[in-house]
C-alpha cells in the first residue's frame, strides 16, 4: 500500500485526487474509499492501492490514516 494525502475533491461529482508520498498524484472515484462513504476531506492522510485503468493509474481502497 502507498500513502499519501488528499490533495483535490469535488463532492457532487465524486471525483478526487490524491497525492502520494513520493509526490505522484492518483486520481479517484468516491467508491474507492474503502469505508464505503462517498466524501473525504481534502488534507486527509490516507494509504491506498494503486491500479491500472484504461491507460493510467488510480488510486483504490483508500483507507483513512
Same mark, same amino acid.
Given at each position: 500500500? /502507498?500513502?499519501?494525502?488528499v ?12 497525492? @502520494?508520498?513520493?509526490?505522484? @498524484?492518483?486520481?479517484?472515484? =468516491?467508491?474507492?474509499? @474503502? ?9 486527509? /492522510?490516507?494509504?491506498f492501492?494503486?491500479? @491500472?485503468?484504461?491507460? /493510467? ?7 483513512? =490514516?
Open positions: 500500500m /502507498r500513502t499519501g494525502s490533495t483535490a475533491f469535488d463532492e457532487p461529482v465524486g471525483l478526487g485526487v490524491v497525492t @502520494a508520498d513520493d509526490g505522484v @498524484a492518483f486520481d479517484f472515484h =468516491c467508491v474507492s474509499i @474503502a469505508d464505503g462513504s462517498r466524501t473525504i476531506d481534502v488534507g486527509r /492522510r490516507v494509504r492501492v494503486a491500479v @491500472a485503468r484504461l491507460g /493510467r493509474w488510480e488510486a483504490h481502497d483508500l483507507e483513512r =490514516c
